[in-house]
């Protein structure tokens, strides 16, 4: 069955092309920087989002269209993956990504979920085989049911971390099975609302010992799967153990995990801690840390985990210089965690939201590529901090100098003359290659 019928498989036809259906700018074939848009961008497709949202919120009840739908329980998770595959498919994506609950229903106990998960997984495997369609990251969802009210591995409750346990030695297994390239940890809900009740050492220390068992597991069954921790403030709980980049780096130095993890970066995350979306990638980046980006982008306006397609351009620039001079993403990619606007129910807005997606990310690789080629944010860096690399400067550097050394220094200074930073200017040399992409030149 087919459920998206009108729709042809995607193409690129270019900037001028008027056709809703096409990349504008998405070519997969065209080489940036040595490699194919596609080998660089490696797109993933959030199951959730796509085909389990229902567009509700706290307002109202859903207002998603989908032909699915018209199926229950275990009927309807079959029809999700046949409706999954054949979108893939017409976008060509090399990914996609999920929690074990998006992609079949919870049993009465934990072996009817898990036997749900090995009918879906099995017929997973089978699509799989003539697709070029492969898993970038699955993960658990330990954070929706009541159970995990307290937490999931930071739970008060042994008996849920224990359940927690099980669904990610589930989740490690659903990965091996499926070749999946990285397994991600969401702790949607490892923190705390108070003080007043919690053991903060115990927890930290619990969810420490939980990401050991996962490694030690990992390595039980032959699965070298990449982890990766995806960091966020705020929702649902108030103090996250894993609120961002620098706290979650951390965290896995405290607790000798720092080999084992990498960061799973979502831009909508950022904002909410208050960082710019390029700041969380750049510590990830220079802490070796920066596995894998969930791409979307959230509204300045609301004050909430919105998931929006990303469509700004300026911040997808920047997103791409930090992954670029990563050397790419490794075994991560971008996985596009969003979803559509409440307003936005008709299937085909499903495909129109990812092609301005992949175009916005293939506009930012184009860019950013062509400032790294150029030396335009480098140059500005090397000449701005240029005093240390001569002089007491480079002293301070390399080790070689002390508090009497630099007193004596400081007492030589007659005048303390500092440079301009041109911010204005900077923004304004992005600007002007941006606009060069859209004139094609």
Same mark, same amino acid.
């Given at each position: 069955m087919s459920y998206f019928s009108n729709i042809?498989?995607?193409?690129?036809?270019?900037?001028?092309?008027?056709?809703?259906?096409?990349?504008?700018?998405?070519?997969?074939?065209?080489?940036?920087?040595?490699?194919?848009?596609?080998?660089?961008?490696?797109?993933?497709?959030?199951?959730?989002?796509?085909f389990t949202e229902d567009l509700s919120d706290p307002f109202g009840v859903g207002t998603a269209i989908r032909p699915w739908d018209k199926y229950q329980g275990m009927d309807l998770a079959k029809a999700r993956v046949e409706a999954a595959f054949e979108l893939f498919e017409k976008l060509d994506v090399p990914f996609f990504c999920f929690h074990d609950?998006?992609?079949?229903?919870?049993?009465?106990?934990? /072996?009817?979920?898990?036997? &749900? #998960?090995?009918?879906?997984?099995? %017929?997973?495997? !089978? @699509?799989? *085989?003539d697709s070029k369609t492969k898993l970038l990251w699955n993960t658990a969802n330990n954070f929706t049911h009541p159970r995990f009210v307290h937490g999931a591995a930071?739970?008060?409750?042994?008996?849920?971390?224990?359940?927690?346990?099980?669904?990610?030695?589930?989740?490690?297994?659903?990965?091996?099975?499926?070749?999946?390239?990285?397994?991600?940890?969401?702790?949607?809900?490892?923190?705390?609302?108070?003080?007043?009740?919690?053991?903060? /050492?115990?927890?930290?220390? &619990? #969810?420490?010992?939980?990401?050991? %068992?996962?490694? !030690? @597991?990992? *390595?039980?069954?032959?699965?070298?799967?990449?982890?990766?921790?995806?960091?966020?403030?705020k929702e649902p709980m108030k103090h996250a153990y894993d609120f961002d980049v620098a706290t979650g780096f951390a965290f896995l130095q405290n607790y000798d995990l720092q080999d084992h993890f990498k960061f799973n970066i979502e831009a909508n995350h950022a904002t909410l801690a208050g960082h710019t979306f390029e700041h969380e990638l750049h510590y990830a980046r220079i802490t070796n840390t920066l596995g894998s980006v969930d791409a979307n982008q959230g509204d300045t306006l609301l004050g909430w985990d919105t998931d929006e397609f990303p469509t700004d351009l300026s911040s997808s620039v920047l997103a791409m210089y930090e992954i670029i001079k990563n050397g790419g993403l490794g075994r991560g990619g971008l996985n596009f965690d969003a979803k559509v606007r409440r307003g936005s129910f008709d299937p085909e807005d499903l495909f129109h939201a990812h092609i301005a997606g992949m175009d916005s990310y293939a506009v930012g690789l184009r860019v950013a590529q062509k400032l790294i080629d150029d030396n335009v944010l480098e140059g500005i860096i090397d000449d701005r901090y240029k005093s240390y690399t001569e002089g007491i400067g480079l002293d301070i550097v390399e080790g070689k100098s002390d508090f009497h050394k630099l007193e004596q220094h400081a007492l030589g200074l007659n005048e303390i003359t500092n440079q301009s930073g041109r911010l204005e200017r900077i923004k304004a040399t992005i600007n002007q290659y941006l606009l060069r992409e859209y004139a094609g030149e």
């Open positions: 042809d498989k995607i193409k690129y036809e270019g900037a001028r092309s008027t056709n809703p259906y096409a990349f504008k700018f998405y070519n997969p074939e065209e080489k940036i920087g040595g490699k194919t848009m596609e080998e660089y961008l490696r797109f993933g497709v959030a199951y959730w989002h796509t609950v998006d992609i079949a229903p919870e049993g009465n106990n934990l /072996k009817e979920s898990n036997e &749900n #998960l090995d009918t879906i997984v099995s %017929m997973m495997k !089978d @699509y799989m *085989k930071s739970s008060n409750n042994a008996d849920v971390f224990a359940y927690s346990a099980a669904k990610v030695k589930k989740g490690l297994e659903i990965s091996k099975e499926l070749g999946g390239e990285n397994y991600v940890f969401w702790g949607g809900r490892e923190g705390y609302e108070t003080l007043l009740n919690t053991d903060m /050492k115990l927890e930290m220390d &619990n #969810l420490g010992r939980f990401y050991h %068992m996962a490694v !030690d @597991y990992a *390595k039980e069954i032959g699965n070298d799967v990449q982890f990766l921790i995806e960091p966020k403030p």
